[in-house]
């Protein structure tokens, strides 16, 4: 099968607007997770990861004119605007894919635009807005591709399904680009929903550790292009999709296996797929919610597939769990850690609280990465791995 190569890529988060700016805030151990009083969102405080909603628009109203639209802003959404700059951003080098029949458009999202079920939004958009086949339309038509978008809606794996997607659509050969886009943004449906089961932390979420007492929710949008030419660097900086697996737990709606075992099949399978043995992995970046099932769960996938000595770390300390957005950004900044050979500590965690022996990264260090494992894990028992690898 053809070689799928990592080309651009953006991060829209609270910690900034491009991948430059998040990664250099999380070298510098910067936390975007704050305390929000906003009745429109929750009736009482939450700690939430937000993006700043001047800046979002600023920036799109610049992507307006770079496009030369004369629509108003006004008739996008929220997410649509964090969607249209994120793809913006990461097509800067690239803008000759945007019209080619052999680019596919892969969006991942868990919600869409679900705050338009909200009153406050109801006057303003169509009812046919909230659905996630016209936020694809929305965006498609926005930029001018050419083919209709292929969009996934797998819970908190929507990401990383979103990556092996377009990796496989490409090794197929029915197209060279992909452009994979991934985004959610806090709403009154997310939040409550979330209480609703007791999951949010009153602290900044901590996870594997000890005193973790639930997720802290995010918002945020991710955009990757691949393609099966080769880019035009170093082999160093070369980084290809090497494999990619998911599997279904079947154990509850919403509770994880208690023994991690059908996560580590999608381990295994990503790493056979990949060519690649446990001796091999040089890094994990993990789901890490920080709830207690979530977390102990995949820690024993981890020891499964024989992982124990593999550094690891969640990035969602830093910007909490930006739900369909994770998997892509995560992914991201993994590959961020790959080409600055840099490991990232994990954000909240001090002690070890989970019964696998993981090797949770504590500091920011140096190492040589060749290859890194990005898991997920989401309601309805789905689970999914991905590998990345320098060639």
Known sequence: MKPVYIFNDSIISSLGFTTAENVAAIK???IGIRMVNDPALYPKPVLLSL???????VRFAEVLKEYKKSVPAESFTRLEKMFIVSISDAL???ANVLRSRQTLLVISTTKGNIDLLENRHKAAFSHKRVYLWELGRVIQQFFGFLNPPLIISNACISGVVA??????CLQSGAYDHAIVTGGDMASEFVISGFASFQALSPDACKPFDMNRSG???GEGCGTVVLSTEQPLSSEGDMIRVAGASTSNDANHISGPSRTGEELSGAISEAMKQAGLTAA???YISAHGTATPYNDEMESKAIELSGLLHV???SLKGYWGHTLGAAGIIESIAAISSMRNNMLIRSAGFETLGVTALLNVISAHQPALISSCLKTASGFGGCNAAIIYQKQ
């Open 311 to 313: 550094p690891v770390n």
């Open 92 to 94: 800067k080098e690239q």
């Open 163 to 168: 990556m092996m997607t377009a990796t496989r």
């Open 28 to 30: 510098n151990d910067t």
């Open 215 to 217: 997720l802290s929710l």
């Open 51 to 57: 993006v700043d909603t001047d800046k979002l628009n």
């Open 280 to 282: 091999d992995i040089h």
